[in-house]
């Protein structure tokens, strides 16, 4: 069992899903996106998801793309991600991994990059923009380096694409909750639970929910029939309007969605 899957266990062996944070690195500056990070494992992440800006995030809203942005005019250079996993995963034991579009990985090495993530401590890579039969390199690579390896299904996925997903994902499956970018949304599609049904279906052991969620009642009803809920965009304004304060305490009240963190709170 990876670090990933040990965290998603814990969690349930807890009677709760699992609460994934994401923020990019970088933002709005190198340390304090590090200390960000951190503040996430303190206040009720499970697993910690950290973005690379990249110059043209096809998948990424308003808000993240806007951070990333101000992230990469600010300097930003690669050896700054495994920089920031290093520290962030000294302080913490909470797994680390990180949400990459492809073209860096293979601008770096996908050798070099899965060898340099690993001895910085991280725990795997969510690759939204490639699918498995075109990640022949990063497969052996993340089987060598015993690092996870996280695709992407979504509700317009087939059922023979949905097999390969599974069958190539380790960690966990990032299940979409619905088309287009990340960003808040009022009311998450069902068809998030349609997809999580057919993954279960298909073999899928743990299927986590990303996309447009950014309240722990969101979060509740997600867990409800899914591993895991991931939340990024309010996390990010979080940060971006408040602080490393404000990032704690909206990083603690979504932690409430979860079944046992809402009864220790309401008791």
Not at 129 to 145: Q, V, Y
Not at 150 to 172: N, Y
Not at 199 to 211: F, K, P, Q, T, Y
Request: with cysteine; glycine share 10%.
């Amino acid at each position: 069992m990876s670090r990933v899957e040990a965290a998603i266990q814990k969690a349930h062996d807890e009677g709760r899903g699992a609460f994934i944070g994401y923020l990019p690195v970088g933002f709005p500056d190198l340390q304090t996106s590090i200390q960000a990070a951190i503040t996430l494992a303190e206040n009720g992440v499970d697993v910690i998801e950290l973005g690379p800006p990249y110059s043209d995030p096809v998948m990424d809203g308003l808000v993240i793309q806007e951070a990333t942005q101000a992230a990469l005019a600010a300097g930003f250079r690669m050896r700054d991600l495994f920089t920031a996993v290093r520290e962030i995963t000294a302080a913490t034991d909470v797994p680390v991994v990180v949400m990459t579009y492809w073209n860096p990985v293979m601008q770096y090495g996908v050798d070099r990059y899965a060898d340099d993530l690993l001895a910085a401590g991280g725990a795997g890579l969510i690759t939204p923009d490639i699918t498995p039969e075109a990640a022949a390199d990063w497969i052996e690579a993340s089987k060598r380096t015993g690092l996870d390896r996280i695709f992407l299904a979504a509700p317009t996925s087939t059922d023979e694409r949905l097999d390969l997903v599974v069958a190539s994902s380790t960690g966990f499956v990032y299940t979409v909750s619905t088309m287009g970018i990340t960003g808040e949304r009022a009311e998450l599609d069902k068809a998030a639970r349609t997809l999580v049904s057919r993954l279960r279906e298909r073999g899928a052991v743990r299927a986590c929910v990303g996309i447009g969620i950014s309240t722990a009642e969101q979060i509740a009803g997600i867990t409800e029939y899914a591993d895991g809920a991931i939340v990024g965009t309010a996390l990010v304004r979080a940060l971006r309007d408040g602080g490393l304060d404000a990032l704690a305490a909206v990083t603690k009240s979504l932690a409430a969605g979860t079944p046992s963190a809402a009864t220790s709170h309401e008791n």
